[in-house]
């Protein structure tokens, strides 16, 4: 079973970064592409959105434009993690981060479906605030 726990948010000021870590990932699956980690994000009185993903086994990455050059999604199979490293961050990306797993194989037009994931961790609030 999956359990995924996120760590590494926090209070910054704009132009700050952070990196956030999703652990608890399993890397043991044989077929290519066939599980993916995303990070999604839920500001107050606002839908959930999806951020970036990644497959596990290839590493293919999609992201959201609104955090493109800004957000990068990495896996780390010796530890275990999906990591989102956060730059120049902005106080509209004040929000609970969460991560997900999918144990479906992603797609162009898919890498962002909540539906596809079916385990998520518990969330890590990051607020950007001068």
């Known amino acids: 079973q999956v359990q995924l726990v996120e760590s590494g948010g926090g209070l910054v000021q704009p132009g700050s970064s952070l990196r956030l870590s999703c652990t608890g990932v399993?890397?043991?699956?044989?077929?290519?592409?066939?599980?993916?980690v995303g990070w999604f994000r839920q500001a107050p009185g606002k839908g959930r959105e999806a951020i970036a993903s990644?497959?596990?086994?290839?590493?293919?990455?999609y992201y959201a434009d609104f955090v493109k050059g800004r957000f990068t999604i990495s896996r780390d199979s010796a530890e275990s993690a999906v990591h989102l490293q956060m730059n120049n961050l902005k106080p509209d990306d004040t929000a609970a981060y969460y991560c997900?797993?999918?144990?479906?194989?992603?797609?162009?037009?898919?890498?962002?479906?909540?539906?596809?994931?079916?385990?998520w961790g518990q969330g890590t609030q990051v607020t950007v605030s001068s």
């Open positions: 399993r890397f043991d699956r044989v077929e290519l592409d066939a599980d993916s």
């Open positions: 990644v497959s596990t086994s290839a590493g293919r990455r």
């Open positions: 997900a797993a999918r144990s479906s194989m992603p797609g162009a037009g898919d890498w962002d479906d909540e539906a596809e994931h079916g385990y």
